[in-house]
């Protein structure tokens, strides 16, 4: 069984049957089928169910809401808010996807040359506990809409919203069977969906979560010679230059740093800062993440809720007191509160240096790594210096200045005085160990289609 716990509280929410293989068996047969009927459906007509599907979340957006945060701890208002983003990236790809797919015509020597934009068959998703709505959404809308079926493997510990995801597609009225959940239990999970990534059913896989899974998946996915896009972990540096607007870049630094709790892999988790206006960034941070409060994420005002596992929330304070052992001073937090649920505090570390795990390693959680610089150069080399590469953001108000920082950083998104966002106009996606390939945009939807080539001769 898959059993569900409540992070705020320690109470058990649910228990799951797992799926025996050949249950799984059966349902890849069964999307493989859907998949064919849906890819003979013109683009224009797939947009009238992902419309309703946008239009169900948006209605529907209290209970999932509430079913993320008791799931995995997300504060009440975030949980929402997610599921309205939802919403927008279904409208997004429904509105656009006829256009992203659109053939392109060739002038060959005179002949035509023609490329289209054909779908793959049947993608496997792997998707991770942090943003259980959205990171499956912006994943599958624009997959469906390029014509193909989709499974998906979601993380355990949110099977009650891996469920509501199923329904919810149902309802919209997409084929039956085009999406469809796996239920694995944690301990079957490597051998499982290397089994499933082996399926002649699946033509392809993406995976969401930590570098580690990521590898784990995409050297199966390589093996069985599918593709594969990996949107893996991040420790994005906020490099504030000695010319920002500290009261814009804190007030930023802050919201990207304890979204969600702080687990996300966009969120802020190294700040990069200029030596002359570190003491100064200092106070204000921890003036403003001392005023965060924590507890119950649906008591109002809350902008801490829990961990979403316990071994999650004890690695995170390992991870600040090897930091501590090694020198680093921590200005906030930094201690487990004695409370039920699996609670951290937002908890600021400085003084830090290459060594310490929270130079080198990402945080998942509300702890906030202050790194000093000696100038832009030194800014860059600091930033740079992570196997790291998915967003990153500069602070500052020369805009060109700026622009050339926002140049050197390695990363596959960065954002100028603005935090780090997912957005359905945008591609998104990283380099080095974050992953490669993309999600979103025209680039998003053309990463599962058959991109064919054909000559009129």
Not at 67 to 92: H, L, N, Q
Not at 269 to 276: E, M, Y
Request: proline fraction near 5%.
């Amino acid at each position: 069984m898959i059993v569900t716990i409540n992070p705020a509280n320690e109470e058990t929410l649910a228990e799951y049957p797992v799926m025996t293989a050949a249950a799984i068996d059966h349902v890849l047969e069964s999307v493989q089928h859907a998949s064919g009927i849906w890819k003979k459906i013109p683009v224009d007509k797939r947009k009238v169910a992902m419309h309703r599907l946008a239009a169900l979340l948006k209605e529907q957006k209290d209970e999932h809401g509430a079913m993320i945060s008791r799931e995995m701890g997300k504060p009440y208002a975030e949980a929402t808010a997610e599921v309205e983003k939802c919403a927008w990236v279904c409208d997004y790809y429904a509105e656009h996807a006829g256009d992203y797919l659109q053939p392109e015509i060739v002038d060959v020597d005179g002949m035509m040359g023609q490329i289209t934009f054909e779908p793959l068959g049947v993608v496997l998703g792997v998707m991770p506990w942090n943003f259980p709505f959205w990171q499956v959404i912006r994943f599958a809308a624009g997959v469906i809409m390029a014509g193909n079926g989709i499974v998906i493997k979601h993380a355990p510990n949110v099977t009650g919203s891996a469920i509501a995801l199923e329904n919810l597609f149902q309802e919209a009225g997409f084929p039956e069977n085009l999406y469809r959940t796996l239920h694995i239990d944690l301990e079957e999970v490597d051998q499982m969906v290397g089994d499933v990534i082996a399926h002649p059913v699946i033509k392809a896989v993406s995976v969401t979560g930590s570098t580690g899974a990521g590898m784990a998946v995409a050297s199966k996915a390589g093996k069985a010679l599918k593709r594969s896009v990996l949107e893996l972990g991040g420790s994005d540096p906020y490099v504030v230059l000695d010319d920002a607007d500290l009261g814009l870049a804190v007030d930023v630094c802050v919201a990207s740093r304890l979204l969600n709790t702080g687990q996300s892999c966009i969120a802020a988790k190294r700040f990069v800062v200029h030596r002359s206006i570190k003491s100064r960034f200092e106070e204000m941070l921890l003036e403003r993440m001392g005023d965060a409060k924590m507890g119950d994420p649906f008591e109002p005002g809350v902008r801490i809720g829990p961990i979403a596992r316990k071994d999650l929330r004890d690695a995170l304070h390992q991870q600040v007191e090897q930091s501590r052992r090694l020198g680093a001073r921590v200005l906030c937090g930094g201690e487990i509160p004695e409370m039920k649920g699996y609670f951290y505090p937002a908890t600021i570390v400085t003084d830090v240096s290459p060594g310490m795990v929270v130079y080198g390693e990402e945080t998942f959680g509300p702890v906030a790594s202050i790194i000093e610089a000696l100038d832009d150069d030194d800014a860059v080399r600091i930033a740079n210096d992570s196997p790291y590469g998915l967003g990153s953001a500069v602070f500052s108000t020369d805009p060109e200045r700026a622009r050339d920082v926002a140049g050197w950083l390695d990363a596959g998104n960065c954002f100028v005085n603005a935090m780090v966002k997912s957005d359905p106009r945008l591609p998104f996606g990283g380099i080095k160990q974050s992953g490669y390939g993309r999600e979103l945009s025209r680039y998003g939807i053309r990463e599962f289609v058959n991109v064919k080539s054909m000559y009129f001769g």
